[in-house]
């Protein structure tokens, strides 16, 4: 089982409408979340990060974190052609000092316009 | 931006070269973490630095090896390069312990 696991997608939504992108994780003591937009061709641009159970807004996103079931997800509304881009989910992971970001394979998100 | 930079933007090796990748972290961050992002795929963690030495290493092999500097600058080296080490290496800086990585514009890698 991989330890973040995301639909590659790609999801294709009109401009306009609401996308829906989900991230599920294996290790039980995750306590860090984070979502990372990349275009193609670019670097990973931190989006929202999440910590505690429930919704956190900023602007048109929305990260929704259920611990229990061990689910991340992140809401575009009014979702726009410039939002088109790969959406990468990423679970903080303990070293012995600091931490690493443990990635999914990312969700291609096609906003049609 | 995020204050992360990285050199050379790209790179064209031969299989059994070795490479060295360059990264600044943004000002005062003291931690860099080192991402190897093959096509298609999530960025996977190769090791990470604090106060020049390494601090956890992903499943990566001893040919892939790296240097913090005391300015926090940091290298990563490849020896011995393989086809499949073709790929987009990221840097991310941080503060130690701090919940956040910001990434710099990647190196992107060809071996042939």
């Known amino acids: 089982q991989k330890e973040v696991e995301q639909n590659s997608g790609p999801l294709s939504v009109p401009e306009g409408a609401i996308a829906s992108l989900n991230c599920t994780y294996s290790d039980r003591v995750s306590q860090s979340f984070f979502w990372y937009r990349q275009y193609s061709g670019k670097s990973p641009e931190l989006i929202m990060s999440i910590y505690s159970n429930g919704d956190k807004e900023d602007g048109r996103f929305t990260a929704q974190l259920n611990k229990a079931s061990q689910y991340v997800s992140l809401l575009i509304r009014d979702s726009q052609p410039s939002d088109s881009a790969t959406y990468l989910c990423a679970v903080k992971s303990a070293l012995e000092y600091g931490n690493k970001l443990v990635f999914g394979a990312g969700t291609i998100l096609r906003v049609k316009s | 931006e995020t204050g992360v930079t990285q050199s050379p933007t790209h790179l064209i090796k031969t299989r059994g070269q070795q490479v060295t990748l360059r990264c600044s972290s943004q000002?005062?961050?003291?931690?860099v973490s080192w991402y190897q992002q093959a096509l298609g795929q999530g960025p996977q963690f190769i090791f990470q630095?604090?106060?020049?030495?390494?601090?956890g290493r992903g499943n990566f092999p001893p040919r892939f090896s790296g240097l913090q500097f005391p300015n926090y600058s940091s290298e990563l080296n490849v020896n011995a390069l393989e086809l499949d080490d073709s790929a987009l290496y990221l840097c991310?800086?941080?503060?130690?312990?701090?919940?956040?990585?910001?990434f710099g514009p990647g190196t992107r890698l060809l071996v042939l």
């Open positions: 000002s005062g961050h003291n931690t």
């Open positions: 630095y604090y106060r020049e030495e390494e601090n």
């Open positions: 991310a800086s941080s503060l130690w312990q701090g919940e956040t990585q910001y």
